[in-house]
């Protein structure tokens, strides 16, 4: 072969054998990205996040779903949070100094969720985390009686407190050592009503037959806590026991009376339409004037336990253990009627109403129905017995762990 013949050979051989391995190469290499996951896509809406529902660390807890177990222990651990000695608690909901006789028994029950443990509440760990925070319970007094609970587990560790009332609060303190704020806005239905007469000019509501009755803004906050929005970091609203309250509200003599942009809703609406329309207003009113950030939660419907009767019509709750499953069903399922059907219903209309809100829902239901033990009943100080509120110490110590719970998993 001829010395140019053959380097010619050689050139097209190497040349070959280099194309043949790009080849080999390049089909590896498909392959391998065939066959395994492409990268995740960076999402456009990081740098705004927002949340709707709480978020549990193992994905899969729900603290809501549980049962209450008869510990001991509990009961020393309930009296070294705080006792009846914490000023703050009404005297009504202070069964250790009324003497109601399983006022320190009814400590003695834990509350186990299925799928996980509730963290106790830790009153050096919350007063850290939330330094310069303003915390604002927002609704009627059972959102007192779980202020009052949160109140009195900080306060027995950390003494120097302010007391004043910013933004319309009934009651405020702030741990000044660690510049934490909390305070209770009391407002029954969220939205501002009054008492209405009928005009001697006649009106709409008039010539209905109208005599008197509540206005009730469906649009329009009441005072009270109309600034508590702009105010505080963390809000936690509660409403509903009000709506079906027919001794202030009854139906014929004093009815609720809707108006909206200051008109009258006409025909008249019933109470849980009216419901329906204050949630819808009082959510967006929220969303509208909060600072970025700001953590809200809606608490669901504290449980009543009147057995026999209405408060008014000899109801009482005289039970020294919480109740069976079967129980909580025969006094709590709507579809039975019952005095204490209230809670469930008003639960129906507040899930509704959340839909597609940047609202979390603190669901403090299940856990409450079975204690019937624990309301002040004969000891509340009332002509009737308290069904409705809670002892302090009591059930109300563990929807504030639930609280805790839910803001060290809350995402924003």
Same mark, same amino acid.
Do not use: C
């Given at each position: 072969m001829a010395p140019r013949n053959h380097l010619s050979f050689l050139f097209l051989s190497l040349l070959c054998f280099t194309s043949l391995s790009l080849l080999l190469s390049f089909l590896k290499n498909s392959f391998l990205s065939s066959s395994s996951p492409s990268p995740p896509i960076p999402s456009t809406t990081a740098a705004t996040p927002q949340f709707k529902h709480d978020e549990v660390s193992d994905g899969a807890c729900d603290f809501s779903d549980g049962f209450w177990i008869h510990d001991p222990k509990e009961k020393e651990r309930s009296l070294a949070r705080y006792d009846g000695t914490c000023k703050e608690i009404f005297k009504g909901w202070n069964c250790i100094l009324a003497g109601k006789s399983n006022a320190r028994e009814l400590l003695s029950w834990r509350w186990k969720p299925k799928a996980c443990d509730l963290p106790k509440f830790d009153p050096f760990q919350f007063l850290e985390r939330y330094r310069n925070t303003n915390i604002g319970f927002v609704g009627d007094s059972l959102n007192r009686n779980m202020f009052v609970s949160l109140f009195c587990t900080l306060r027995r560790v950390s003494s120097e407190v302010k007391k004043w009332r910013p933004a319309g609060a009934d009651r405020c303190y702030t741990f000044l050592k660690f510049n934490l704020t909390i305070a209770y806005h009391r407002t029954n239905l969220l939205a501002r009503y009054g008492r209405w007469s009928a005009s001697s000019n006649g009106g709409l509501l008039e010539s209905l037959g109208y005599k008197e009755g509540y206005r009730v803004d469906v649009d329009i906050p009441e005072g009270t806590w109309a600034e508590a929005p702009s105010f505080h970091d %963390? =809000?936690?609203?509660?409403?509903?026991?009000?709506?079906?309250?027919?001794?202030? &509200?009854?139906?014929?003599?004093?009815?609720?009376?809707?108006?909206?942009?200051?008109?009258?809703?006409?025909?008249?609406?019933?109470?849980?339409e009216?419901?329906?329309?204050?949630?819808?207003?009082? %959510? =967006?009113?929220?969303?509208?004037?909060?600072?970025?950030?700001?953590?809200?939660? &809606?608490?669901?419907q504290s449980p009543r336990h009147f057995e026999g009767g209405e408060w008014d019509q000899g109801g009482s709750c005289q039970r020294m253990q919480p109740l069976s499953s079967k129980l909580v069903e025969d006094l709590f399922s709507p579809s039975n009627n019952g005095t204490n059907r209230e809670a469930r219903l008003v639960n129906q209309h507040l899930y509704k109403a959340l839909e597609g809100s940047s609202f979390n829902i603190l669901d403090i239901t299940r856990m409450s129905e079975f204690r019937a033990d624990a309301h002040p009943s004969t000891a509340g100080g009332k002509k009737h017995d308290d069904c409705m509120h809670w002892c302090l110490p009591g059930v109300t110590d563990t929807w504030n762990d639930l609280l805790m719970a839910h803001l060290s998993n809350t995402r924003i």
């Open positions: %963390i =809000l936690i609203l509660n409403t509903g026991h009000w709506w079906w309250a027919s001794s202030k &509200f009854h139906p014929e003599k004093s009815p609720m009376l809707f108006f909206e942009k200051g008109l009258p809703i006409l025909p008249p609406r019933p109470p849980h009216g419901l329906d329309m204050v949630l819808r207003h009082m %959510i =967006l009113y929220v969303e509208r004037r909060v600072q970025p950030g700001t953590i809200k939660y &809606f608490r669901t």
